[in-house]
């Protein structure tokens, strides 16, 4: 799985728990819709940094509990 994939599925997994829509992540990030959009529909190519602490931010969490899910062990990533 790339990283993108696996970031879309990480803010899917996470704005399900916490019974949050993605219309209201858009309005919390400050991100257009059209960002959002490329994000889960995983046209990016690379989620810019500045994005991911948007997300993060929104969706109360740290950048490092984001991160630490299966989602993203290494050996699970492919970086090509």
Do not use: Q, W
């Not at 948007?54 to 090509?80: M, R």
Request: hydrophobic fraction near 40%.
């Amino acid at each position: 799985m790339d990283l993108n994939r696996a970031f879309a599925l990480r803010v899917s997994n996470l704005l399900a728990e916490k019974g949050m829509s993605k219309y209201r992540l858009e309005k919390e990030t400050g991100l257009t819709h059209s960002a959002l959009r490329y994000i889960f529909n995983e046209v990016n190519s690379d989620v810019k940094f500045s994005t991911i602490a948007k997300v993060c931010n929104a969706l109360d969490i740290s950048i490092k509990d984001f991160f630490d899910d299966p989602l993203f062990d290494l050996s699970n990533l492919d970086f090509e």
